[in-house]
């Protein structure tokens, strides 16, 4: 790192007003404050010196996400030597999906952060920490069979029209992968749903299968609860989905390290599930009995397994930016989110992924959410003045 800091050091003349590469430097701070703590403080007016800022909560947000990205690259091998009746060792099966899933992110991170790059040279301004997340989330709610080209254009779509239309970083009303993600969805549905991931490659000579799913389990779900993947297969997530949503487990373990660190909030993710299981037990009680197929029917737990619900509760929904502020506000953004989530997948078989347009909606709906919340508290304080 010394060595690191002697480099940036000598170069860091260069970039600054008067040098000859003074218009790149919002890109020249952008690595020196991403390798080291700024050196800058506030100069005026009373402030707290803290160890962290965005870019290390940032990092520690793609560090809960680990679990999910290591899961979902040995799923992607597991989903493939399963459709083509190979035998497979642990080993084998992630280096299969860490080849497959290598490009998504590359492509995902370069694009979106040349857009963001692009905007603080013309703007004059820091490039956003945010897009370190998003660049990872992306990639992780998108199927492994998504062409690259695809995420690129939804990279450039939720960093312009997500963010930086609104000011960049800190001034989205949206999740901007949930955006991406969204847009993805309406624009290449025959690739965002249903029977994704069938694909041929040839490799060694031969037509293997790269990557294996029939209809994801939403699909199955609408059709029929019963032919659901087990409980277990759900929680563990041996099934087929987007790359990095299928483990509940994984979720679990990311939800735990962002508790932990004070970055997530557990109101939001502890509302979810409850608003999950509300609404589930609700249209279990009121299920037509003459139809015993009917989604009414699907036990309220099984929404908490199935598709990408754990996953947007855990990265999602969470987003500080996009998320209720005030603390009833986020019990109260949290249950509507679980709620709405199986509405949508029980009434609306168009939109078999329910969480994400429930997030969507609520971050949406979060300013009003807390205005109310913050309203009704100078209610009560001035009946007891």
């Not at 170069?11 to 590469?21: D, Q």
């Not at 992924?353 to 009560?380: C, R, T, W, Y």
Request: glycine residues 10%; proline residues 5%; hydrophobic residues 50%.
């Amino acid at each position: 790192m010394k060595i690191a800091q002697k480099l940036l050091n000598s170069v860091r003349p260069h970039f600054k007003e008067g040098g000859r590469f003074e218009k790149l430097h919002p890109a020249f701070d952008a690595l020196e404050t991403f390798l080291f703590v700024p050196g800058h403080t506030t100069s005026q007016g009373v402030h707290v010196r803290d160890a962290i800022d965005l870019k290390r909560t940032m990092f520690t947000v793609i560090v809960a996400l680990v679990p999910t990205l290591l899961f979902g690259m040995w799923n992607v091998g597991y989903q493939h030597h399963l459709a083509y009746g190979m035998e497979a060792s642990l080993v084998d099966n992630f280096l299969f999906g860490f080849w497959k899933v290598l490009p998504i992110i590359i492509v995902s991170y370069a694009v979106g952060l040349g857009v963001e790059f692009i905007f603080a040279i013309v703007r004059n301004h820091q490039v956003s920490e945010g897009y370190l997340v998003t660049g990872l989330l992306i990639p992780l709610t998108m199927p492994v069979t998504i062409p690259l080209w695809m995420v690129a254009l939804g990279a450039i779509f939720c960093t312009v029209l997500g963010k930086e239309i609104f000011g960049g970083t800190g001034m989205n009303f949206m999740n901007p992968a949930l955006l991406a993600r969204a847009f993805m969805f309406f624009a290449f549905p025959a690739y965002m749903s249903g029977d994704i991931w069938t694909d041929l490659s040839p490799e060694a000579g031969h037509a293997l299968v790269d990557a294996y799913s029939g209809a994801t389990n939403l699909v199955t779900f609408d059709a029929n609860f019963t032919k659901l993947p087990s409980p277990a297969d759900m929680f563990w997530g041996f099934e087929q989905g987007s790359i990095g949503e299928t483990s509940a487990f994984a979720c679990l373990i990311g939800a735990l390290i962002l508790i932990a660190t004070g970055i997530g909030s557990w109101q939001i993710i502890v509302s979810c599930v409850v608003g999950v299981l509300v609404m589930g037990l609700f249209l279990n009680v009121v299920a037509p009995a003459d139809v015993p197929t009917h989604a009414m029917h699907t036990p309220a737990y099984y929404h908490l397994l199935m598709g990408g619900f754990a996953f947007g509760a855990v990265y999602m929904a969470t987003d500080p930016v996009s998320a209720a502020q005030t603390e009833t506000g986020k019990w109260i953004y949290g249950l509507l989110i679980g709620m709405f989530t199986v509405i949508l997948r029980v009434f609306n078989p168009a939109y078999p992924e329910g969480v994400m347009l429930s997030i969507l909606l609520m971050n949406v709906f979060a300013p009003l959410i807390d205005h109310i919340v913050v309203e009704q508290h100078i209610k009560n304080r001035k009946k007891r003045a």
